[in-house]
């Protein structure tokens, strides 16, 4: 099987720094308002080829850019919704499902015309964790469709824990809100944001030290000094361990790079506010939310269920 362009092994671990520029060339030319087929035509006139080695249509550049891979996602099991992997991504998420929604690329390769449209997920960044296994919740609809947040076994949760996302989302925006209109929420906002920056800082380091603990183990393993068996176990663990480092230092950056200069009135500024800066905001202000089980079936009273951690000791 060809692996994915962009990326330099099937695990989608690795990004091939030229190819990611030219996907991005070719997705900005798309947003800026090109065809996929001249956005294709343009690669194949700067000698730019597939993994096979063919030549671009619309309907390959097509497929590549409907692959959620390409942003560092992927369909959940059940439901199909957009979830994040913490793998590298040639594109971002946001600028992926921009693509997905424009009109001229209907009908491309798609097959998911006839599905549900994709929720947007305020808190499906790692920051609500389950409250039984501390296991990162992701967003998805139920059954009935409703879109809700949820420990999956199938990511080594314990599976016991789901919430309405709307219900999760209006009670965290509530005291998202409160804290915002409090009396020096300026400073509290720029604490966390110092906060950000430090763990930004130290999780850079903690990838670069982890990457070249993988460029290591290519010597040993070259020279026989490595068994195969122990080169793969110790590649899985890197391999394991930048993921979940990646994953959170995208989510901090995001937090330290909020958009909030010469905002007066932050709580106006969060009713018409993109998801995307609602979500670096809630990551600014909250280290995590943990959400416990219902005490019954049905229950829709959250406050007991939902414990706020705070980044800055002086948010309530």
């Not at 190819?19 to 343009?42: L, T």
Request: glycine fraction near 8%.
């Amino acid at each position: 099987m060809p692996r994915l362009y962009g990326f330099d092994n099937q695990a989608l671990t690795r990004v091939r720094a030229d190819e990611r520029q030219v996907v991005r060339e070719a997705v900005s030319r798309i947003r800026a308002g090109q065809s996929q087929a001249e956005a294709a035509a343009w690669m194949n006139a700067e000698g730019h080829r597939g993994t096979m080695g063919g030549a671009w249509t619309s309907m390959t550049l097509g497929r590549l850019l409907d692959n959620p891979a390409i942003a560092g996602l992927e369909r959940a099991p059940e439901g199909g919704e957009l979830v994040e992997t913490g793998r590298e991504a040639l594109i971002t998420p946001e600028e992926f499902r921009e693509l997905q929604k424009r009109p001229g690329r209907r009908g491309s390769v798609r097959s998911g015309e006839s599905r549900e449209p994709d929720n947007e997920y305020l808190l499906a960044s790692g920051v609500a964790v389950c409250g039984e296994c501390s296991t990162p919740m992701t967003g998805g609809r139920t059954s009935a469709g409703t879109p809700s947040y949820r420990c999956q076994t199938s990511r080594g949760g314990c599976g016991k824990v789901r919430i309405t996302a709307s219900l999760l989302e209006d009670h965290v925006a509530e005291h998202l809100l409160g804290e915002l209109a409090r009396p020096g929420s300026r400073a509290v906002l720029e604490q966390a944001r110092e906060s950000a920056e430090a763990e930004a800082k130290q999780l850079r380091g903690r990838q670069v030290a982890l990457e070249e603990s993988r460029a290591e183990l290519a010597a040993p393993y070259a020279a026989h000094d490595l068994s195969r068996d122990a080169f793969v176990a110790a590649d899985k663990r890197i391999t394991e361990d930048l993921k979940v480092v990646r994953s959170r230092l995208r989510f901090v950056e995001q937090a330290a790079n909020v958009p909030l200069g010469g905002v007066e009135d932050l709580a106006r500024w969060w009713e018409h506010a993109p998801y995307s800066s609602k979500r670096a905001l809630v990551l600014l202000l909250l280290e995590k939310i943990v959400v416990r089980p219902a005490r019954a079936r049905g229950v829709r009273d959250v406050d007991d269920r939902v414990e706020l951690n705070w980044r800055a000791a002086e948010a309530a």
